[in-house]
């Protein structure tokens, strides 16, 4: 199992430019999210989904798209990218259970907006 | 909304010394806690996750409590390590998570 996976590792944008942040697993979890991560604050959620087809905006989502078309894939867009998204950002995986919701989270994007 | 505090920020203990994180949180209507590790410039690595039902949870020299009506958890490391250095970082909620500040740890050989 690779278990959750994120690419690119690094990325640069220009103010204006788009991108799409890539996220797989492997576990079969219907759960997934998007965080973004900036120093001195915690983790912030973009936007998640709970199965293929279904997504909802977190804390943060303005300037961000996601869409879910099958249970590995959860990719975040950014349409027009600005320097208040330099960010490192993070995709999680959850496992609901009797043990409670457990979340796998990938290696981390950072991204630079210039 | 759901705001989660971690105290202190940074904390540097000697080798051997015993580790006290702490992590408040305001609303109690929680599903789970989550305590995490992460390593600078990687991603986050569970450590312990304790549903609301239960007071502890224990793995190894770790021990993380919960009680919920106070809004409070502690995550105790027992005998610390240089290995142990690390940002650890507190999360509440369920499928959705809310996540504190961190406490950055470095211990000194």
């Known amino acids: 199992n690779a278990g959750v996976t994120q690419t690119p590792k690094f990325q640069v944008l220009k103010t204006g430019q788009s991108m799409t942040l890539q996220c797989a697993q492997d576990?079969?979890?219907?759960?997934m999210s998007w965080y973004r991560q900036d120093p001195g604050m915690g983790l912030r959620l973009i936007h998640y989904?709970?199965?293929?087809?279904?997504?909802d905006q977190g804390e943060v989502p303005n300037g961000y798209n996601v869409s879910r078309s099958t249970t590995e894939d959860f990719p975040l867009r950014l349409l027009s990218a600005a320097p208040s998204q330099t960010s490192v950002y993070f995709c999680?995986?959850?496992?609901?259970?009797?043990?409670?919701?457990?979340?796998?989270f990938g290696p981390g994007t950072r991204l630079t907006v210039t | 909304k759901q705001e989660v505090t971690q105290i202190p920020a940074a904390l540097s203990v000697p080798e051997g010394e015993n580790l006290v994180l702490n992590c408040s949180f305001t609303d109690s209507a929680i599903y789970n806690l989550q305590w995490f590790r992460q390593d600078p410039g990687k991603g986050l690595t569970s450590l312990l996750l304790?549903?609301?039902?239960?007071r502890e949870q224990t793995s190894g020299r770790l021990n993380a409590s919960l009680d919920k009506s106070s809004g409070r958890s502690t995550l105790y490391i027992a005998a610390s390590q240089p290995g142990d250095s690390a940002t650890y970082l507190c999360a509440v909620g369920g499928d959705k998570l809310s996540f504190g500040a961190g406490t950055t740890v470095t211990v000194r050989a």
């Open positions: 576990m079969n979890h219907e759960y």
């Open positions: 989904s709970v199965g293929a087809g279904i997504t």
């Open positions: 999680a995986s959850v496992s609901p259970g009797q043990g409670g919701y457990e979340q796998y």
């Open positions: 304790i549903q609301s039902s239960q």
